[in-house]
């Protein structure tokens, strides 16, 4: 269960600074699409260890159908909130390519994401990932469905929307953190345990990241492999 909490990446930090700094856009949307990703993998991975942590308490069951169930948990959960979100997402399309208007072409976005979570919600499977692949379905094709006008009108919208959404998101939890904070006094095993807990994830993500990358490369015809980008994307691996 931990691991699956601590999977999601949170670009927020690297995106701003990135920007700031110049990086190549390939590089911005490589960080950005893994956090994408990870989230929804990592909350149907959390659901899952969950529902070992039951079986495993009730003994209802042994270790091996714990995990085959998991498995198959996993398969129907992924691979239907990607489907659900590939119908949805089909129609909108549809939608917006018969829509001209700027104002009512945002309030379809807007209100696309959410009907795509509702969706997954109402079939049982991942809302998230479902949620992802409307997005994605969607703005692969909005120079087909949308007018230039339309594009810079949402551009400005979704900046406020991101920015309001993250302020709130972490302003809940700096209001929580001092609480956490205080109820964990008298004890500093919790500051040994978190600091261990960080230096596995950057260790970890070390490993995986650089010799992926250099592999990779390899495989584009680059003699010597190139270390910044790995470098960066390996920092990149921040957790909120």
Not at 93 to 110: G, H, N, Q, S
Not at 203 to 230: D, E, H, T
């Amino acid at each position: 269960m931990l691991g699956a909490v601590l999977a999601s990446t949170d670009p927020v930090a690297v995106s701003a600074l990135g920007r700031r700094l110049s990086l190549p856009p390939r590089v911005q949307t490589l960080v950005q699409a893994e956090s994408l990703f990870n989230d929804g993998t990592s909350l149907v991975l959390f659901q899952i260890a969950v529902a070992f942590a039951v079986a495993g308490v009730a003994g209802r069951s042994t270790a091996g159908g714990v995990l085959l169930h998991g498995t198959a948990q996993f398969a129907v959960l992924t691979a239907g909130g990607a489907a659900a979100g590939g119908v949805l997402a089909a129609g909108v399309v549809m939608l917006r390519r018969r829509v001209t208007d700027p104002v009512l072409e945002t309030v379809i976005a807007l209100v696309t994401p959410y009907a795509a979570y509702v969706l997954g919600a109402a079939l049982h499977v991942s809302p998230v990932l479902a949620v992802i692949v409307a997005g994605l379905v969607t703005g692969g094709r909005r120079d087909r469905i949308t007018t230039a006008q339309s594009r810079i009108q949402l551009h400005s919208v979704y900046q406020t929307v991101i920015f309001l959404l993250e302020s709130v998101v972490f302003s809940l939890i700096g209001l929580q953190l001092p609480t956490l904070i205080r109820a964990l006094s008298g004890s500093e095993e919790w500051l040994t345990g978190a600091l261990a807990v960080t230096g596995t994830l950057i260790v970890i993500r070390m490993l995986w990241v650089f010799p992926l990358s250099a592999v990779i490369q390899r495989r584009g015809g680059a003699r010597r492999p190139s270390w910044p980008v790995p470098a960066v994307v390996s920092w990149a691996g921040t957790r909120g």
